[in-house]
T-cell receptor, first 113, second 116 residues
Framework: GENVEQHPSTLSVQEGDSAVIKCTYSDSASNYFPWYKQELGKRPQLIIDIRSNVGEKKDQRIAVTLNKTAKHFSLHITETQPEDSAVYFCAVKSLAGGFKTIFGAGTRLFVKA | EADIYQTPRYLVIGTGKKITLECSQTMGHDKMYWYQQDPGMELHLIHYSYGVNSTEKGDLSSESTVSRIRTEHFPLTLESARPSHTSQYLC???????????????FGPGTRLTVT
């Protein structure tokens, strides 16, 4: 079945710096790659997603890049702010897995003011 | 307002009790999911459903059951609660978004369960 690895597990950056979180997956049939943000005590919420026919997608300070050949995708947050502090989960979905979405283990991001 | 609701939000119960965690969504989504998550940690899929009368087991399902009799309702039942079940339980539903072709999952607020 699909396997998703997410790195790093913890990331600490200074306010204003960039943060990058990377995920690798195993199933080449995977075609949808969302990222979720979970603030302390709250529910996970989708922040950005990308399909397999697109290499990069940007939404203000966040962007996601996808390398299908290498089977990895990354979340980029620029000009980080304290409110970016949260746990970020990558996820992968493939038609072969039905409608299951496989989540990475999460990255805890700390943005120091 | 279209949303996904979970009750109870907090539950403390003794070992051996049978409990049902409720989940309802008003978005008309076919697909629904249950996850177990220790706060801020990995999401473990327990059960999921493609639609009415359809349920599938996830990675962590052996001690619980679900039912899907109505589209909007997806309850999770623990037949005999144990201290190892102490965790947060998140319900989610998803839709197909034609524009980006994605399956965004919408999560409920969670039920925090403590088994003593």
């Amino acid at each position: 079945g699909e396997n998703v690895e997410q790195h790093p597990s913890t990331l600490s950056v200074q306010e204003g710096d960039s943060a990058v979180i990377k995920c690798t997956y195993s199933d080449s049939a995977s075609n949808y790659f969302p990222w979720y943000k979970q603030e302390l005590g709250k529910r996970p919420q989708l922040i950005i997603d990308i399909r397999s026919n697109v290499g990069e997608k940007k939404d203000q300070r966040i962007a996601v890049t996808l390398n299908k050949t290498a089977k990895h995708f990354s979340l980029h947050i620029t000009e980080t702010q304290p409110e970016d502090s949260a746990v970020y989960f990558c996820a992968v979905k493939s038609l072969a897995g039905g409608f299951k979405t496989i989540f990475g283990a999460g990255t805890r991001l700390f943005v120091k003011a | 307002e279209a949303d996904i609701y979970q009750t109870p939000r907090y539950l403390v119960i003794g070992t051996g009790k049978k409990i049902t965690l409720e989940c309802s969504q008003t978005m008309g989504h076919d697909k629904m999911y249950w996850y177990q998550q220790d706060p801020g940690m990995e999401l473990h899929l327990i059960h999921y459903s493609y639609g009415v009368n359809s349920t599938e087991k996830g990675d962590l399902s052996s001690e619980s059951t679900v039912s899907r009799i109505r589209t909007e309702h997806f309850p999770l039942t623990l037949e005999s609660a144990r201290p190892s079940h102490t965790s947060q339980y998140l319900c989610a539903s998803s839709e197909y978004r034609g524009g980006t072709g994605g399956f965004e999952q919408y999560f409920g607020p969670g039920t925090r369960l403590t088994v003593t």
